[in-house]
């Protein structure tokens, strides 16, 4: 998937008009195919952590919406970002993490469970909590419509995912036989997600891109960083300890992008770091991955 996403990335970026055709406005109907097909996989059990086990739910939501913002904010500061890129970096940081973050953590032989249920926990609080620190982080900075944004997360995100929930909780064969093709349908998504926004973007992309890497680079590193030490600190066992870290530094850039695309149309460079994170992250998860998967003990 990483080499897929990669390979995407810069055939739309060397050769823009390869993917010119996908419009920014469609970014918000793939994402919800993305978000339908994650609703397709979600069961009551995957709530039961929160009852049966609320300490660890509680640590991954506090790192997840503590952690990345913050550092996410901190980051813009010290490279001094311009106005479009400074929300694009910060709407990353305020995003819940992605369903990426669970595919890793089952390569990485980590608690699954914990994983999924920190990206259904932190996805349902995401459109009070994704404005509510966006504003609170950016209020000096530009004026934000916070009741745009809870609407486009309601819309784009929960909708879709409580349709397919429903789904799946009631007719489950049809739905084990949709999931067979799921993992292909949310590849072609995601890659026409990037191929959008990298190829509208190629010229802006170039002139600011390696800043915007470095950054999201950056993010990315100390969001698996801080989500490890929270582990540790707390004596997780390793299983959760993979868990924490890769979701906490693992994104929903997607929903990042559809954001800073439907929230701020006239700043286009809003959506790049999104954009970037999406290739980088599922690169910098498969590397952490394969070195967590030796860690048993």
């Known amino acids: 998937m990483a080499l897929i996403v990669l390979f995407v990335a810069l055939i739309s970026l060397l050769f823009p008009s390869s993917a010119l055709w996908i419009e920014l406005s469609w970014i918000n109907y793939l994402l919800m195919v993305i ?34 913002p913050l550092i996410a904010y901190f980051l813009c500061c010290a490279f001094n970002l311009d106005t479009a890129l400074t929300i694009g970096v910060v709407l990353v940081g305020t995003c819940p993490g992605g369903t990426a973050s669970n595919v890793m953590t089952y390569l990485a032989k980590g608690d699954t469970a914990l994983s999924v249920g920190l990206t259904s926990v932190n996805t349902l609080l995401s459109p009070i909590l994704t404005p509510t620190i966006t504003y609170l982080l950016l209020k000096e900075t530009i004026n ?39 993992p292909m349908l949310s590849l072609i998504a995601i890659c026409m997600v990037i191929g959008s926004v990298v190829s509208h973007n190629a010229n802006k992309i170039f002139e600011s891109g390696i800043l915007v890497l470095v950054i999201v680079i950056l993010h990315n590193l ?62 910098s998860g498969a590397i952490l991955a394969s070195i967590y998967k030796k860690w048993d003990k």
């Not at 097909?37 to 997840?64: E, H, R, W, Y």
């Open 35 to 68: 978000m339908f097909g994650m609703g397709l996989t979600i069961s009551p059990k995957d709530f039961a952590l929160v009852f049966t086990n609320p300490k660890d739910i509680f640590c991954g939501v506090v790192s997840q919406y503590l952690f990345m």
């Open 144 to 182: 934000l419509n916070m009741k745009g944004m809870f609407l486009s997360i309601i819309s784009v995100i929960l909708v879709p995912i409580f349709l397919g929930f429903i789904i799946n909780y009631f007719f489950k064969n049809f739905s084990k036989r949709i999931t067979n093709y799921l």
């Open 222 to 283: 100390l969001g698996f960083t801080f989500g490890f030490i929270v582990g540790k600190f707390l004596k997780m066992p390793p299983s959760k300890i993979k868990a924490l870290s890769l979701e906490v530094g693992m994104q929903n850039s997607g929903l990042a992008t559809s954001l800073a695309t439907s929230t701020f149309p006239n700043l286009l460079m809003a959506s790049v770091p999104g954009a970037i994170f999406s290739v980088w992250h599922n690169i």
